[in-house]
C-alpha cells in the first residue's frame, strides 16, 4: 500500500495545523510522527486514514498500482489511539469475535487465540467496561496489529501501559507488522524508536 500527500493543509477556523505536507509512505516501512502536544500529529494521522479531509492538497490511496476509492480505504487499515472507543456492553470475546466480522486476523488467529496473546484468559467473560486502563490500551493494540491490515496506525500506543505492557507491545509489532506499512504518531522513544522513518510536524508549519 502506498499514501501520497501533495500539498497537504489542514485549518480549524482560523488556524492553521498544518501546511505544505508533501510525503509519501510505503508498504514494508515504518514511520514515526514526533511534535509538541497539540502540533498536530493525531491531525495528521487521520489524515492519513482518509478520516479527515484536508483543506487543501491531495492525498491518494494506492495498492499494487490500483487506486483505493476514499470511501474504500477503512477496508485497509486498522486504528488504534487513546481516544477510540470500545464497545464497553460487550465482553472480550463478544468485543473480538464483533471485531473480526469486520476485520478478520492474520495467520488463522482467532478469539480465543488472541485472548491468548492479551494474556486475558481469566477475562474473556469479563465486560469491557470493568477492564482497567491498561487493559483496555492492550485491547486496541492487539484488535489492530493482529487485524489483516495493509496500514496500521497507531498514536500514542503505550499509553496507560505499564513496563510488562510495554514489553508486550514491543512484541506484538516485531512479530506482527513486518511487509506492512506502520505508522506511529508519539513524544515516547519506546512507542516508536524501531522505525526506520522520522516525520517532525513542526517541519510543516510555514
Request: net charge negative; charged share 20%; aromatic share 12%.
Given at each position: 500500500m502506498k499514501i501520497e500527500l501533495q500539498g497537504i493543509a489542514k485549518r480549524f477556523r482560523l488556524e492553521w495545523i498544518l501546511r505544505k505536507v508533501d510525503l509519501q509512505l510505503e508498504s514494508g516501512a515504518s514511520y514515526a510522527i514526533s511534535g509538541p502536544n497539540g502540533s498536530g500529529k493525531s491531525t495528521l494521522l487521520k489524515i492519513l486514514a482518509g478520516?479527515?479531509?484536508?483543506?487543501?492538497?491531495?492525498?491518494?490511496?494506492?495498492?499494487?498500482?490500483?487506486?483505493?476509492?476514499?470511501?474504500?480505504?477503512?477496508?485497509?487499515?486498522?486504528?488504534?489511539?487513546?481516544?477510540?472507543?470500545?464497545?464497553?456492553?460487550?465482553?472480550?470475546?463478544?468485543?473480538?469475535?464483533?471485531?473480526?466480522?469486520?476485520k478478520p486476523f492474520v495467520d488463522g488467529i482467532g478469539p480465543e487465540e488472541l485472548i491468548e496473546i492479551l494474556n486475558f484468559e481469566k477475562s474473556r467473560h469479563k465486560m469491557v467496561r470493568d477492564f482497567s486502563s491498561g487493559m483496555r490500551q492492550r485491547l486496541k493494540l492487539a484488535l489492530a496489529l493482529c487485524a489483516e491490515?495493509?496500514?496500521i496506525i497507531l498514536d500514542e500506543p503505550t499509553t496507560n501501559l505499564d513496563s510488562q505492557g510495554v514489553t508486550w507491545y514491543r512484541q506484538l509489532i516485531d512479530t506482527y507488522t513486518r511487509d506492512r506499512l506502520l505508522i506511529v504518531a508519539s513524544n515516547v522513544d519506546v512507542d516508536f524508536d524501531f522505525c526506520q522513518k522520522r516525520i517532525n510536524v513542526l517541519d510543516f508549519k510555514s
Open positions: 478520516h479527515l479531509t484536508p483543506s487543501r492538497g491531495t492525498v491518494s490511496f494506492t495498492k499494487a498500482g490500483q487506486i483505493i476509492p476514499k470511501d474504500e480505504v477503512y477496508r485497509h487499515l486498522c486504528y488504534a489511539a487513546p481516544y477510540v472507543e470500545l464497545i464497553e456492553e460487550f465482553t472480550l470475546k463478544e468485543a473480538i469475535t464483533f471485531h473480526q466480522g469486520f491490515a495493509d496500514l
